[in-house]
Structure formats: structure tokens, C-alpha cells
């Protein structure tokens, strides 16, 4: 049995106070779809996603929540915690890390909580995928199902290539024109390769990125998140969650290594690997991904409640 696929009819946003911050959040699709949490990645605010992915989750028949993790977008930004030491994080000095991926965890948590939302299926891209297997491994209960994309279980044998670190060793852009050329430069190094991008809508969301306040210190307190965290290989053992991963065999930030040992890890996972796919979501691949989705979050209706037969 498939969804039935229902028009996106409503959209709602607005700020909630979560753990002390506000969280800028969205929700698209139908009042009446199922949960479904997108976690951005590092830096990422919630126009990362591309709106027309947004409405075809809507149809599909999710209630699609997106927000800004904080330190980006119109969340709170954590100003007084200063640019963090990543030499020191780096070193192993983990408690020089600003917050941690439990911390972001328990954010993404609370906003569901905030919304009144007892539980949701999850989607988590790069960084967001690591947060979304930590809520999982804090509170497998409110998980329906968790999608793991472009991401890795926070073992150290997934490294960045040589291109793609130096995007995150750059002078940040100061101005909206070298913001637009650095993104171009990102899409050049992180970029499907098989794929065209879409550049009109790169642009547009880097010029919201822009409007909505980047935030180069607020990166970096995230990117020690990331780098502070333990290897969660031996914990995700123990989730029963279905799971689906995917990852571009192309990646270049987090190589497929980091898919395959996600999936490897989790006994519930199916692994997708799509050839040509980099560091992004290219819409030729928006049906293959979302289809692969739609049976994870039936494996995690199953026994909640009845599905909703397809027309």
C-alpha cells in the first residue's frame, strides 16, 4: 500500500521558545499527514530546503516540519559563546565545545514538543543526520522512523577530501556578491557531479541566507558539536527504529564510507547509494529518495495505526 498523496494546503510558521532559545520552525503540507521533521546540516538554515521538495512531501501526504537549528537563520544565535576553539576540540579538548549534538538533539526534540507532536518520522541531512540518530538513541519512543542522508555514525574514519575542507578554511564572505560566488565555489567542490544544479534556486536561498543573518561563528560552535561527539556506532546497535540511509557515492564531504558504516551500524537500516550524487539532493533523485522514504515510514506506521490506502 502506497500514501495516498494529498495536496499541500497548509503552511504555518512562526517561534517557539525551546531550552531557553527560539526556534524559527515552518510546517508544510496537510494538517492531517504524517509527522515528518527535516534537521538541517551544519550551517544550514531551514531555506536549505528546496521549496519544491517541501510541496512534494506535502502532497505525498507529510505534514513536513523544517526549522533553524540554533546558531543560524532566525533561531537564537549564541553570540556570547564566542568563536569556538576548534584547534582545541580537534585535539580532543571536547569540553571546549560551546553545546553539543545532544544539546541540538534535545532542541529538535523540544520543538516537536512545542508543537505538540508526540512523535514524528525523522529526516536528517549531513550534520542534521547525526542529530536525528542522537534523538533516536535519547528517545527511540518518539521516533517513527528515522532517514538518515549524507551523514555518518560519528566514526573518525570518515574524512572530508582535501576540497571540501578548504571550503570550511576560507575568509567568510563580507558582503552579499562574495557570498554568492562562495556558494557557487561550495556547489563546484560539493556538488553532484551526474547532476545539473539548480542555479536560480541556489541563489535564491543564498540570498536568503544572507537576509536571515550568516553567522560564521555560529557555523563553527556547530561544527564543534559535530566534531565533540562520540562514536555512536555501538549505540545505534541497539535501535530498533526502521531506518533508512542514504548517500551519494560522489560525496566529497562525507564520503560514502560514512553511509555505508550508518547502515552497517543501525539492524533496522536500508541502505540507498545513489551513483553521481555529491554532497546534495539533486531533483532527479527527489523520486528514488522519497519512494525509498515512503516504505521506511510504513515499516514505522506499522502497528500504530492503519494506513491510509492509496486511491
Known sequence: MRLRHRMATVRAMGIVTVNGLQLAYEI????????????????????????????????????????????????THLDALGRPDLAAV???????????????????L???????????????????GMIAQVVALRQPGRVRSLTSLMSHPGDHRVQPSPEALGLFLRPAPDSLDASLLAAQEAQQVLGSPEFAPDEAWLAARTRIYWDRRGDPNGLLRQAAALLSAPDRTADLATLSTPTLVVHGGADPLVPVLGGRL??????????????????????????????????????????????????
Do not use: C
Open 28 to 75: 508544510h503540507g496537510d494538517d492531517g499527514g504524517l509527522p515528518l521533521l527535516l534537521i538541517a546540516g551544519l550551517g544550514q538554515q531551514r531555506a536549505g530546503w528546496h521549496p519544491d521538495l517541501l510541496a512534494t512531501l506535502g502532497r505525498r501526504g507529510y505534514r513536513v516540519i523544517v526549522f533553524d537549528n540554533r546558531d543560524a537563520g532566525e533561531s
Open 90 to 108: 580537534l585535539a580532543g579538548r571536547f569540553e571546549r565545545a560551546p553545546y553539543t549534538l545532544a544539546d541540538l538533539a534535545d532542541d529538535a
Open 110 to 128: 523540544g520543538l516537536l514538543g512545542a508543537l505538540h507532536i508526540e512523535s514524528a518520522h525523522l529526516l536528517g541531512q549531513s550534520m542534521g
Open 262 to 311: 550508518t547502515a552497517a551500524a543501525i539492524p533496522a537500516a536500508e541502505l540507498l547509494e545513489i551513483d553521481g550524487m555529491g554532497h546534495d539532493l539533486p531533483r532527479p533523485v527527489w523520486d528514488r529518495v522519497l519512494d525509498k522514504l515512503e516504505d521506511v515510514v510504513h515499516r514505522g506506521e506499522a502497528g500504530r495505526r492503519p494506513l491510509v490506502a492509496a486511491s
